[in-house]
């Protein structure tokens, strides 16, 4: 007899989204969280290093350092080292092309 767990797994298995959905959702929670909208602000002004980002969200560096690897597997965030500094930048061109293809899947797009 199958466990209860097995049993959810075939069910979420064969009700699953489309990829196209799962990574519109997955999107979206990358942006859900309040910390990393102002981690995305701040970048909108310019590109900043990890410190930066530190000192302007009030949290450790390991914190924001979380954040923002969620942020990047979004794609919203780009980085580069410079020497032992980190620099992220917002990823605009990213964010623009999200914005129309998630139009498009959702059919809103005209």
């Not at 767990?5 to 309040?34: C, F, G, N, Q």
């Amino acid at each position: 007899m199958p466990t209860p767990a097995h049993i959810r797994s075939t069910i979420a298995a064969l009700t699953a989204p489309p990829e196209e959905l799962r990574s519109v959702a997955a999107y979206h929670k990358a942006l859900s969280d309040p910390t990393r909208l102002r981690l995305m602000q701040r970048l909108a002004e310019g590109p900043a290093t990890v410190t930066e980002l530190t000192e302007h969200v009030d949290l450790s560096q390991p914190l924001v350092s979380w954040h923002l690897h969620r942020l990047k597997a979004a794609g919203v965030v780009e980085t580069r080292r410079a020497g032992r500094e980190v620099i992220c930048t917002l990823s605009r061109d990213v964010l623009t092309a999200f914005r129309a293809r998630e139009r498009e899947i959702l059919g809103l797009a005209s």
